[in-house]
Nanobody, 119 residues
Framework: QVQLVESGGGLVQAGGSLRLSCGVS????????MGWFRQAPGKERQLVAA????????HYADSVKGRFTISKDHAKNTVYLQMNSLKPEDTAVYYC????????????WGQGTQVTVSS
């Protein structure tokens, strides 16, 4: 019932920046939180950043604090992840996900967008 589409990934040199976008469509009245996850080959998918649907609170993984910023444009139904000072270890497929109150979990996922950081 909720569709998520990520964009903005690509190849960037270490120290550079990228901004990921997640367009949200469909039913949003039960939305509680939006999150960005990433998964590198052979590793588990991990939460990078999250923001409440209202935009009032945020959470970041320790590895990206001070470098990444999550934000939401309510009018556009779009969630952003601004990534600065990128490091090679940030290389992964990044996924946008939605946490709904009825399911009490992240049950809607985008298709993912590749971020590659070269040294």
């Amino acid at each position: 019932q909720v569709q998520l589409v990520e964009s903005g990934g690509g190849l960037v040199q270490a120290g550079g920046s990228l901004r990921l976008s997640c367009g949200v469509s469909g039913r949003t009245f039960s939305m509680y939180e939006m999150g960005w996850f990433r998964q590198a080959p052979g590793k588990e998918r991990q939460l990078v950043a999250a923001i409440s649907w209202s935009g009032g609170s945020t959470h970041y993984a320790d590895s990206v604090k001070g470098r990444f910023t999550i934000s939401k444009d309510h009018a556009k139904n779009t969630v952003y992840l601004q990534m600065n000072s990128l490091k090679p270890e940030d290389t992964a497929v990044y996924y946008c996900a939605a946490y709904s109150t009825p399911s009490r979990g992240y049950d809607n996922w985008g298709q993912g967008t590749q971020v590659t950081v070269s040294s």
